[in-house]
């Protein structure tokens, strides 16, 4: 186990998604720390791989699965997999999420949406009372004209900000722009998906409304929260 990942809750909660795992499925795999421990622990219990399959929502998760033995696989059109496993950034008790972090929430939604089933593992530290709470809503823009998106986007959502790296744009995996914006309180996001999809330049955003399951959410003593969907 790698030391960054040396944190009893998301040992705990990437134990209880390792027993949703069985071998043959096809998964999906998202991004972010309690993800990779989660495939860490697929190596671990079957050395060969399980004959699982995955398909990967970004690069760093592909290089780990790799290494682990799990045979990486592409959504061809053809592939409908089991089950989706990923993180979030805020959970609220209507188990809607805010995604996109780590910037890979173009990704990680089409691999949700090839999945049967969605199953969140988490921390309990992520779950709010309304999202946007401690988290900006990414919204992932296209490269060409980004700040004439920026200006339309700034009619639905109040100052976006552009996302930087190393002082630089930070780029996603597929090439494209991430803005950071505020979510106030009181707003309907709902209401807010459907506009947020009307915005030329906007390719997607961080809010996974109405798709996980369930979350599975570990607890600073090591132990298990199980948020269902209503």
Do not use: N, Q
């Not at 988490?122 to 490269?143: D, H, N, Q």
């Not at 597929?174 to 947020?196: F, K, R, S, T, W």
């Not at 599975?216 to 132990?223: E, F, Q």
Request: a negative charge; charged letters at 30%.
């Amino acid at each position: 186990m790698s030391s960054d990942d040396a944190s009893p809750a998301r040992e705990a909660a990437s134990a209880a998604a390792l027993e949703l795992v069985e071998p043959g499925m096809a998964i999906g795999l998202g991004s972010g720390r309690a993800v990779w421990r989660l495939v860490e622990r697929i190596g671990e219990r079957w050395p060969d791989g399980g004959g699982v399959r995955a398909a990967v929502a970004s690069e760093r998760t592909r290089e780990r699965a790799s290494e682990a033995g799990i045979e990486v696989i592409e959504l061809d059109g053809s592939v409908e997999l089991d089950l989706a496993l990923d993180g979030a950034d805020e959970i609220d008790p209507d188990l809607r999420l805010v995604k996109g972090g780590g910037g890979a929430l173009l990704r990680e939604k089409i691999v949700v949406a090839a999945a049967r089933r969605f199953v969140v593992i988490a921390e309990t530290s992520k779950r709010v009372e309304r999202l946007g709470e401690g988290f900006r809503l990414p919204v992932e823009v296209a490269r060409f004209a980004w700040a004439d998106t920026h200006r339309r986007l700034a009619r639905v959502l109040p100052d976006p900000e552009l996302r930087l790296a190393d002082d630089e744009p930070y780029v996603t995996d597929e090439g494209h722009y991430i803005l950071d914006c505020p979510l106030g309180d009181g707003v309907d996001l709902e209401a807010l998906d459907d506009d947020l999809r009307h915005v030329p330049g906007v390719l997607d955003h961080g809010l996974f409304l109405g798709m996980a399951e369930r979350a599975l959410l570990g607890t600073p003593d090591g132990g298990v929260e199980v948020l269902e969907a209503g």
